[in-house]
């Protein structure tokens, strides 16, 4: 619990000056034309606002006691991902796109990144369907895992607050259950949901500084690594049910368009939603961004509650 308290007040403290910094620098986030139109005033908010969670949980960590090999690999993951993260918010801020790395380059770097942490634990991975299971699939199932979890992440990163709020409130419910099979591996995602705590407390609605892809890629690296080390990935599948959702919006938008366009009689592109992520389908349906962002932590926390009853229950 200490490296929770400490990032916290870590985060207040470096919070204004790398906002300072930000504004000095110009780095305004771009805001896509196919966004909601709401958006457009945001247009010029700072964004690599990540650095001040990453900062904090950082120098949480360095003063921790605790010095094991999980509290480097949740550091690794925090810094290979924010890495990423960085790249992609640097091409937007400086090369002044709002598209930044492409969606290949993207993922081909998270891959990357997963495998060194996947090849040194492999022999302390539990398998997740079962001992039979060939080793092949173990390790495709956990390399899609550390993929798709931080793009999910991510993706739940367009609303002031959301992101940040709703992976504070996984990381608290998960941090438990790691206790339980593995506690010094809770150092980290504590850390960081401290972090995250401090960020929101300085950042909220109206956001002075956006986390950018800088955060939401280090949260997504943290949040499935511990994941992992808790020894129950099926159960985090139900904590982390808000950003599976967003995750599946996206898919679904965009698979039904493309199938109803080039492959049905239709020829015609048809949306399900009015626009994805799913956050964005209910800003457009007139919900104010508040409340969208407020029903989402509370969804988030349902999951959370949920995931720990489940584990209280089975374990």
Partial sequence: MESLVFSFIFSLVFSWPVIWLMRKL???QQVREEGPKTHYAKAGTPTMGGLIFILATLLAVIISPVKTKDVFWGVYALLAYGLVGFIDDYIKVFRHSPYGLSGRWTVILQVIFALPFLIFNWGTLPSAFGQSAPNWLNFAFYLFIMVGGVNAVNLADGLDGLAAGASSITLLCLAPIIWATQPTATVVPLALAGALLGFLFVNLKPAKIWMGNFGSNAIGGVLVVSAIYSGHIWLFAVGAGLFIIEALSSMIQVGYFKYTKYISPLKKGVRIFKM?????HFELSGWKEIKVVVVFWVAS???????????YLLY
């Fill in 26 to 28: 110009k780095a305004g």
């Fill in 276 to 280: 994805s992520p799913i956050h964005h």
């Fill in 301 to 311: 926390a349902i999951f959370g509650l949920l995931m720990l009853g489940l584990f």
